[in-house]
Structures are given as C-alpha cells and as structure tokens.
C-alpha cells in the first residue's frame, strides 16, 4: 500500500552459538531474502538494512565481513602475494 516491504529475521542465541554463529545467521537471512525479494514485491536496488541494539551490531559486523572479504578478493586477483589481514601478524 505505502510502497514499504518490512522482513524481520532473526538469529539463534547464546549459548546455541558464539558471536561467529549469529553473523552467519544473519548473513544467510540476508542472502535467502535477497534471493526472494522481488518476489515479495521489493527492490532489489533499494534495500535499507537496519537493527537495534545486538541487531544492529550484527547487521554491522556482516558488512564489515563483505567488505573484508571483497577486499581480500580483490587483492588476490590483482597481485600474487599473501594477503595478511592488518590485525594479524605475519607468520615469521
């Protein structure tokens, strides 16, 4: 009616799993809604991800993992050399 589709997940807590385990949660959420948004009448160009308190953190940290991840991506198709994250030390 007012152009507006919501969809709430949600994700397991501790102690069923870590920190790690509820990143993965919402990333597949996210993933299976991507799949089926245009389905439900959304657009795929014009999706707001939003959450509150522990939601809104976990929402962050997938983010941060994607850029992460797309990052290391990128490095490893443009150079040969290991890709070490800054927060971890090179192996001597």
């Excluded at 994700?11 to 870590?18: D, E, I, K, S």
């Excluded at 991507?34 to 976990?58: F, K, R």
């Amino acid at each position: 009616e007012n152009g507006v589709l919501v969809i709430v997940p949600d994700y397991r807590n501790f102690p069923q799993v870590t920190v790690s385990g509820m990143v993965n949660d919402v990333e597949l959420a996210l993933s299976h809604i991507s799949e089926l948004l245009a389905e439900y009448g959304g657009d795929p160009d014009n999706v707001t991800l939003m959450g509150q308190s522990a939601g809104a953190h976990l929402s962050l940290l997938c983010l941060l993992r994607a850029c992460i991840t797309s990052a290391v991506e990128t490095k490893l198709r443009s150079d040969d050399s290991a890709v070490v994250p800054s927060w971890q030390a090179p192996e001597a």
